[in-house]
């Protein structure tokens, strides 16, 4: 079927939202403004590569995952298959992970891999919550397909090294000492991971770095404050 076939058996129930140049804030409902748009596919002209497809494995979806392999096998089975084998099912081969908590967690609780104030030198570092789900369906995934690309992101720093000394809004505070003990703190992060069976080949300093959620974690990092 084409592509102006669908368009043309599905046209009763589609839709249209769009915006104006002008305002991001002004939606309107409507027909759209060119009802000949044509798009032309020409696999032979060809420009950048596309590496692949992905998805972020947050606390959630482990969660929710695991549960369905705790309660019924097969079906777990059969989901992951279909989200990660290339041959049977989407073929997902990247996945972001956020490091320690996102706002998709399964808990009411944010966290980090180390919470405990002022320990600058990452003694109490700990991944040991990630191994109740986690890492568990990471590996399966693994094991469907091996090619999956891992990319690591910060929600935020620990507490103690943000100004509201909450996981909840707030600036990185870039001292010195700061600055050495983020960059420990992620190291071990990727030292963690692999002994997990996980291999974490990007890694950013910050998810969303200029926004400052006002109900779940989150941390300010400009880009001026990078400076060691």
């Known amino acids: 079927m084409s592509l102006s076939s669908c368009l043309v ?9 769009s915006t104006r140049l002008d305002s991001v804030e002004n939606v309107e409902s409507g027909p759209p403004q060119n009802t000949r748009t044509t798009i032309t596919l ?5 420009f950048q590569q596309m590496t692949g497809f992905g998805a972020s494995m947050t606390d959630s979806s482990a969660f929710v995952l695991d549960q369905l392999k ?26 972001r992970l956020p490091v320690a908590a996102s706002d998709y967690i399964a808990s009411t609780e944010f966290y980090t891999y180390n919470d405990v104030p002022f320990d600058t030198e990452m003694e109490n570092f700990a991944i040991d919550r990630e191994d109740r789900y986690l890492f568990p369906v990471l590996r399966d995934a693994l094991v469907i ?6 990319y ?11 100004t509201t000394n909450s996981l909840i809004q707030g600036d ?10 983020h960059a420990l703190h992620l190291l ?8 997990e069976g996980i291999t974490v080949e990007y890694l950013m300093l910050q ?3 200029h926004y400052e959620p006002e109900e779940y974690i989150g941390m300010i990092l400009a880009p001026l404050t990078v400076s060691f």
């Open 188 to 195: 071990k992060v990727l030292q963690a991971y692999e002994k």
């Open 9 to 17: 058996l599905y046209a009763a129930t589609v839709q249209i939202w």
């Open 42 to 46: 020409n696999p032979q002209q060809r």
């Open 172 to 181: 990185f505070i870039a001292s010195p000492e700061n600055c050495r003990s």
């Open 152 to 162: 690591a992101s910060p929600w935020s720093a620990p507490a103690w090294m943000k």
């Open 70 to 95: 705790q309660r019924n096998q097969t079906a777990y089975n059969e989901v992951m298959i279909l989200l990660f084998d290339r041959e049977r099912g989407h073929g997902i081969n990247g996945i």
């Open 145 to 150: 397909n091996p090619a999956i690309t891992f």
């Open 207 to 209: 998810n969303e770095g």
